[in-house]
């Protein structure tokens, strides 16, 4: 008998893009999710089932064993904080940068330098508080969960943190990015009890995973 494993991720372009990293590994999807209403999809292979959950749920499924890996952004990851997951792969999909913007004419460096109390908006509470104390800035964040672009247009904040890809979103809103906080790119997360218990389905998986993954 095999141990059947399964495998969280998000729709969109976490899960175009694992969609050839699974190929590799020889699972193919029987679903599509983006014309699906089933939120667990199964594959070729009658050990493997994967479940489509929202992008910052997956560490969650995946910590308490509810799926034994996922795949998920750095950004997510850094949010949830990691724990009870095994990080072993970077999978340099989805890739884009943490940034801090502000307005076009909104002089950041100034407000840096001055020691300003700076209104931050973003979803990313736990990396924006991180990234400002370790500047010794002193700011105000506030938390929005999507559409952060608005936020200093409107008078919300003077900044936020958000990422960023083309900056294509940020010139549309006449907002710059000032300051890069980190790279961002997708991860294999994998719970630690079942890199134990299922290792005989898990390692093979990791390893076609891994030798699919673009070497930068
Ligand atoms: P939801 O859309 O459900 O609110 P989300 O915005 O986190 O959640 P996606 O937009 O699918 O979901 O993003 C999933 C992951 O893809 C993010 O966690 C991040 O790691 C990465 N990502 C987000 N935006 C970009 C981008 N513009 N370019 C490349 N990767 C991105
Ligand atoms: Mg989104």
New binding site residues.
């Given amino acids: 008998m095999t141990t059947g494993i399964t495998i969280a991720l ?5 899960f175009d893009d694992t969609v050839p990293l699974l190929k590799a590994a020889g699972v193919v999807a029987l679903d599509d999710p983006e014309t699906s209403r089933k939120l667990i999809l199964p594959t070729n292979r009658d050990n493997v089932q994967l479940i489509i959950v ?3 749920d997956v560490p969650t499924y995946v910590q308490y064993g509810a799926a034994d890996m996922g795949v ?5 990851l850094q949010e949830h904080g990691g724990s009870g997951l095994y990080q072993p792969l970077d999978l340099q999909i ?3 940068r943490m940034m801090v913007a502000v307005r076009d004419e909104f002089d950041y460096e100034s407000a840096v330098r001055r020691g300003a109390r700076v209104r931050v908006a973003t979803k990313y509470l736990r990396t924006a508080r991180e990234h400002f104390a370790e500047k010794g800035m002193h700011v105000d964040l506030i938390k929005l969960y ?1 559409s952060m672009e608005l936020a200093p247009l409107v008078g919300l904040a003077d900044a936020i943190v958000d ?3 083309s900056g294509n979103t940020l010139k549309a809103n006449h907002l710059k990015a000032v300051e890069e906080i980190m790279p ?1 790119s ?1 991860r294999l997360v994998i719970n630690q009890a079942a890199l134990k218990l299922k290792r005989e389905t898990i390692q093979p998986m990791l390893e076609a995973f891994s030798a699919a993954v673009p070497k930068i």
């Avoid at 998920?72 to 997510?76: C, E, I, L, Q």
Wanted: aromatic share 0%.
């Fill in positions: 998000s729709k969109g372009r976490i929202r992008a910052s998920a952004g750095k950004d997510v989805a890739r884009c999507g990422l960023v890809s961002i997708a």
